[in-house]
């Protein structure tokens, strides 16, 4: 069994028990169904992440059966977990951890009208207000890459890197968010389904009004560093 | 801390507990997702109104944890929850009550449909007799107007006065409800949203049948007046 | 306070008892926000119905406030929950009553995708299996009628007279079902939702296959006289 | 009253508890209304399977009153719950299990979206990557077929039958899955629903992006043979 040190084995507990707990968050916005989609977070101060095991039912998830990696998606020999296999998308959030060094969280569904605009590859342009505040502009679409390599991560990281948004809609799959930490993507995953729900069917309708840009900046810059009860900043 | 002499500081302590308890109908109804949407009321018989705080979970809000303001949206110092920001959208809803005296309650939500409407800048017509009884016609749009001034309020203000309608669509950003309490603007809110959706299907399979002037009145009247175990009377 | 002599006594404590409960299921089955939605039942043996009261919110409703009138839609006075106003929509379910005597339950609700044909005037033509089980064909559309007078009750009976469907959509307004009794009128609020929602996202997409007639007759035979645990027979 | 040897009772007692909680997944991934859609398992080691009473409420299933039938979808007299009649689709799960001696579990349910697709006669297109992880393809339309004979079991098995998909769209009627037992057929129905509503939803807004036939292949394949906790195999 590995052992860390007193201080990173204090912060895997906390980050198995975030990233445990925060895939009910996922059921409850009715962001999956079965098994799908999964939430890992980043262990703060050392290489290492937690992420959920594969094809498990939520109610089964609990802080003993995250599994603990490195940042290569490597299972950790002999720690709680271990005897598992990870989410079949760990390469994916590994590559993320490796060349996006800011992200704590990242998170994974296949949310029904974020995944409707993946199935078109057509991003979601910003035209309410909670969008702006939200991810600064349009949810841009990555890349068709499928599972076996590191094109879905590649992915991920070339279109979100220098982006505002946090979200990404991968073409014909789904999308993928990152956060500061497991929690902050986990918001973001289900803000990404409200404004793709909300924007289909605004234009379902009719023709929907653009927001000016310097409207959409003023209030991203405004929310990324007023809203709530602490600044946050923004994480790329 | 303030004291306002026994009979309002019992009138705050209901108003606290019923703003508290409504955040969970806006969760019960699907009106809002995260930390989003706000219930605020005012407190009879004295310059003051209790809203939620900013950026905090739902499951957390309890009656003393909501914010005392005064009419300009000022928190009120040394108060239960004082240490906390309120939501950033008290400017508007200090605004409204400062401006329309006989309102109790404002609500904000940017549920589904009702902003799906809003980002078109379109009025829900009132073709269902349901919304001619609880709006008396149809739903108005106010202005686009971005958060950091009074021009959210004045928006809500200019639209709402004079207008059978406690609820309007701020363009791009969701509805705004009022009533004669904080329940009052929630049930708008709820049936806001209610009409968004069943109007946006109605419309999308076809052409609806406008309701005559006439039956709009009629049901309006009726309704203020004799629904419900007691009258309740227009609020504007 | 009435007496109805001991048989009749307890034929009135069971209806109110269904018909609180029942209440319970619009909401589950999502067909009813706030207020909104009524259900009333017929007392076997007595020329009695009853119903709820007027907008009670549905956690408080309990077979003591459910309210007995006779078939004029008069409350009874003395009687538990008389000290209340019946529901607004009283008057349509007491004509009912009085005009199909085979009719033992009448439930009311402005539920979405049912409302959204009434909205258009249109009627739901079958084309799936399950509305030719249940309902035997198309749902009709009633006439506009507004409150206030017997229009809304003669319009459904004038509807469904002779109809196979326990359905009507009455224009601009919603759905009103009949049934065997209050429960059997509760399953057709539930279905003509279902089958509002199943093909209106049908012929959303493209053109839906009409059902041959015989099939129609054959499944609608069949269901009335084999499904479930005991013959249902068709009420009218 | 039967017996077959305390192995093969073990197996049917079993079969009885998984079959009876199964049906409650029907109900949380809100695929059934009233008492709408069924679940049946086979008994290992036997010419038996588990299936449903028609027309019973969700809350009152219980493994005892699940029915034991044999392969001809005769109900076994003597048997827990033999007093009931089985589900009114027994025939068409009996028609599967005679002829698909691979198949543990079937689902039948009027799920909406599914049944949307069905009443078009639509196969749905492959245009999502866990449509290709689970179906290995689009998912078929089976022939338009009325209760009463062995029609709607042959039009599964013929469509089934050499098909990657575990879901067949039977015409105006709905989705009819299979699987290697129960739990797997539940899967392929919530899974159904899923994409049915996800691809309904991408092309109502304009042109769905087609995945490559060897994407496809590949997805199909690595997901049978890597995804979970173990292999899971195809069934047919």
Sequence with gaps: MSSYGPQVEVAIA????????????????????WTGGNVSGRV???????????????????????????LDGTVIPGTPGSERSPSSDTAAHAYV???????????????TYATAW?????????????????????IPIGPFAIIGDDSIGRGIVQTLTGH????????????????????????????VEDVARTVHLARQAGEV???????????????????????QGVIQ
């Design 97 to 111: 951890y490796r060349n996006m060094p800011e992200v704590g969280g990242v998170v994974h569904t296949h949310s």
């Design 164 to 191: 505002r948004s946090r979200a990404v809609l991968m073409q014909n799959h789904g999308p993928f968010t990152i956060g500061k930490d497991a929690r902050d993507a986990v918001k973001a995953a289900v803000m």
């Design 44 to 70: 703060p101060g050392a290489d290492l992440f937690v992420i959920k095991p594969s094809g498990v039912e939520y109610p089964d998830l609990a802080p003993e059966n995250m599994i603990l990696c490195d």
């Design 118 to 138: 993946a199935a078109r590859g057509e991003a979601i342009p910003c035209v309410i207000t909670a969008m702006a505040d939200e991810f600064g502009g349009e």
């Design 14 to 33: 906390r980050v198995r028990a975030d990233v445990a707990r925060l895939h009910s968050e996922l059921v409850r916005n009715n962001l999956v169904v």
């Design 209 to 231: 009004i653009p927001i000016p840009q310097d409207a959409i900046d003023s209030l991203f810059d405004r929310y990324q560093n007023v809203y709530g009860q602490a600044p």
